[in-house]
């Protein structure tokens, strides 16, 4: 599985940016995630989906700002970004699941994609 992601870029305090990320092989069935990390930072849980998409799962951090979906038919997730933050700037990876574990734990995730930028300027 390859996991394309983009959508990052540069945008002031409280814009809005989204984020997509495609996968080449297998999709079905397959909860998905967004992590992210900041410089200096471990990567953290951002935000993660389930097959086929009636469960999401959010960082208190991002939560009522950020939503996660996912188009089942174009193998896509989507990461919705609003009121941005300084704190928000990070390298966003998005990330397919692939064995039981809570959502936001990094073990169940088997493969990542390479990373798109997102920088929020003040």
């Known amino acids: 599985v390859q996991l394309q992601a983009s959508g990052g870029g540069l945008v002031q305090i409280g814009d809005s940016l989204r984020l997509s990320c495609v996968a080449s092989g297998i999709f079905s069935r397959k909860g998905m995630a967004w992590y992210r990390q900041s410089p200096g930072k471990v990567r953290e849980f951002v935000a993660a989906?389930?097959?086929?998409?009636?469960?999401?799962y959010y960082a208190d951090s991002v939560k009522g700002r950020f939503t996660i979906s996912r188009d089942n038919e174009k193998n896509t997730i989507f990461l919705q970004m609003s009121s941005l933050k300084p704190e928000d700037t990070a390298v966003y990876y998005c990330?397919?699941?692939?064995?039981?574990?809570?959502?936001?734990?990094?073990?169940?995730?088997?493969?990542w994609g390479q990373g798109t930028l997102v920088t929020v300027s003040s």
């Open positions: 989906i389930n097959w086929p998409g009636y469960s999401t």
């Open positions: 990330a397919q699941k692939l064995r039981a574990s809570d959502y936001d734990d990094q073990q169940g995730y088997g493969f």
